[in-house]
């Protein structure tokens, strides 16, 4: 199985565009800075997918569109999730938990994806779900780990992804609840139940 992103040639069963057409895009839509933050969540999903036995090709496609909504304005979003039905807890929230559902949707309409597992991946990718396909943990993880990305933890969180993925689910969703909690921020439901049964469910001792 291919580990390595930039080798990845990719058939037609997901998407029409080609691995160079999407990237070209995504430098058109998005800044250099987020651009080089997507490549490292490529790079480090299909490296994990040839380790945990997941298509190569839809983690990479799930990787390159997970922060396609990220730059949108906030009225185009609000739009959508009106006009597509979404959850209206959401108008509570803002842009950060908002680019999750609202990407998964216009994936679909702008590159016609339909495959369920790659738009979960991405509709998940912020606050996670009490239940995860693989690639949804793959993407949570990736996103958290990539090359990219410096905080205290980071290490732990790089470690549990090559030896643990569920461990690392668990390890991501607690320390970002409690940075969230610290900073005082206001938490997404979806996000509460994705601690109550990745890290409070999972811990022996209550
Ligand atoms: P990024 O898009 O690559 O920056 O990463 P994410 O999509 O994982 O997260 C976007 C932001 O949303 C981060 O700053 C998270 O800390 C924040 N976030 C995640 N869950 C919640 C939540 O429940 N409430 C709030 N207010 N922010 C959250
Ligand atoms: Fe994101
Ligand atoms: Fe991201």
Avoid: C
């Avoid at 930039?6 to 250099?32: C, F, G, P, Q, W």
């Avoid at 959850?87 to 803002?94: M, P, T």
């Avoid at 495959?115 to 996103?143: C, F, Q, S």
Wanted: net charge negative; charged share 30%.
């Amino acid at each position: 199985m291919n580990e390595r992103s930039e080798e990845l040639v990719y058939s037609v069963n997901y998407i029409t565009h080609t691995r160079d057409e999407l990237i070209a895009h995504l430098k058109e839509a998005i800044s250099s800075k987020r651009v080089e933050h997507i490549l490292g969540v490529e790079k480090t999903a299909v490296e994990l997918a040839a380790q945990y036995g997941e298509n190569a090709e839809k983690a990479s496609i799930a990787a390159l569109l997970h922060d396609f909504a990220k730059e949108r304005p906030d009225e185009e979003m609000r739009d959508l999730i009106i006009s597509e039905n979404m959850d209206l807890e959401l108008l509570q929230f803002g842009n950060n938990i908002w680019h999750g559902p609202t990407g998964a949707s216009l994936v679909q309409t702008r590159f016609g994806v339909t495959d369920e597992d790659i738009l979960n991946a991405i509709r998940n990718h912020t606050v996670g779900a009490p239940e995860m396909r693989l690639l949804e943990k793959i993407i949570y993880v990736a996103d958290y780990i990539e090359p990219g990305r410096h905080f205290p933890g980071v290490e732990e969180a790089r470690r549990l992804a090559y030896t643990d993925l569920d461990a690392a689910v668990a390890y991501a969703t607690e320390q970002t609840l409690h940075h969230l909690m610290e900073k005082r921020a206001k938490i997404y439901p979806k996000a509460i139940e994705t601690y109550n049964k990745w890290v409070a469910e999972k811990t022996k001792e209550h």
